[in-house]
């Protein structure tokens, strides 16, 4: 893939994981706060993150 569209999927790769992954573990009785964890860290860091991941994608793409 070339273009915007390799550009457009490399920055989708590095957005956070989502919330229904915490609603799932919850509903499931499957380690919710874990995974409520994992939500609220991978949303913090995704500010960091995506912004790295943007920048690198128009110096590749």
């Given amino acids: 893939m070339e273009g915007t569209t390799a550009q457009a999927l490399f920055i989708a790769s590095?957005?956070?994981s989502s919330r229904n992954s915490a609603q799932l573990a919850?509903?499931?009785?499957?380690?919710?706060?874990f995974a409520g964890?994992?939500?609220?860290?991978?949303?913090?860091?995704?500010?960091?993150?995506?912004t790295i991941i943007v920048y690198v994608s128009k110096i590749i793409f």
């Fill in 14 to 16: 590095s957005y956070p």
């Fill in 26 to 33: 919850l509903e499931y009785k499957n380690y919710p706060e």
């Fill in 37 to 50: 964890q994992t939500v609220l860290v991978s949303t913090l860091l995704s500010s960091v993150t995506v």
